[in-house]
């Protein structure tokens, strides 16, 4: 079994700043990529940021303003986000992925509000 715990949402004004973690536990000790996607109301499902060994890859409405990071001891990764938006608004959920080859392992959802 695998957990995916996150934390760190909540409301913020406009041109704010948010720290979400999620640590993952279990009986998987590693993970080949971790990440975050984001789905607002009405919405899909969309790629935030995602890291996979030294490879980052960020969606083009979020370039320049947020930063994933990781520790693979603690098994955690985080999303810096600065300059918030009234379109970052958005449940945000991370996802563990043991391998290519394996589907993901996801959190429960951290709800980000940004007030204009």
């Known amino acids: 079994q695998v957990q995916l715990v996150e934390s760190g949402g909540g409301l913020v004004q406009a041109g704010g700043s948010l720290r979400l973690s999620c640590a993952a536990s279990?009986?998987?000790?590693?993970?080949?990529?971790m990440g975050w996607y984001r789905q607002a109301p009405g919405k899909q499902r969309e790629l935030v940021a995602g890291?996979?060994?030294?490879?980052?890859e960020y969606a083009d409405s979020v370039k320049g303003r947020f930063t994933i990071s990781r520790d693979n001891v603690l098994n955690t990764v985080y999303l810096q986000m600065n300059s918030l938006k009234p379109e970052d608004t958005a449940v945000y959920y991370c996802?563990?992925?043991?391998?290519?080859?394996?589907?993901?392992?996801w959190g429960q959802g951290t709800q980000v509000t940004v007030s204009s």
């Open positions: 996802y563990a992925q043991p391998n290519r080859f394996s589907l993901n392992y």
């Open positions: 279990g009986f998987i000790v590693s993970f080949e990529a």
């Open positions: 890291i996979s060994g030294s490879r980052l």
